[in-house]
């Protein structure tokens, strides 16, 4: 999964997360992962990193005071 985080550019179509993968794959001499794997992978990995990514801007926002730190438990 971490080599899967790398490998993934959000701007590029899954697809060609895709082909990196299966390359690493083959020069792993591991199995490649099917499409449809990869891109259930993919979402996941894309949604976790935006989690992090608010996360991050909460916490320094909090840390500037720019935001109170009730914030953190105010759903959005």
Do not use: N
């Not at 790398?6 to 697809?15: E, R």
């Not at 916490?59 to 109170?68: C, H, K, L, S, V």
Request: glycine letters at 6%; hydrophobic letters at 40%; proline letters at 5%.
């Amino acid at each position: 999964m971490a080599a899967l985080g790398k490998l993934d550019d959000p701007t590029l179509p899954i697809a060609e997360t895709c082909r990196r993968v299966g390359e690493l794959a083959e020069h792993l001499g591991v199995i490649r992962p099917s499409y449809q794997q990869i891109r259930v992978l993919v979402h996941a990995e894309r949604r976790r990193a935006e989690a992090r990514r608010a996360a991050h801007e909460l916490a320094w926002d909090i840390y500037m005071g720019i935001r109170a730190p009730r914030t953190l438990f105010e759903q959005e």
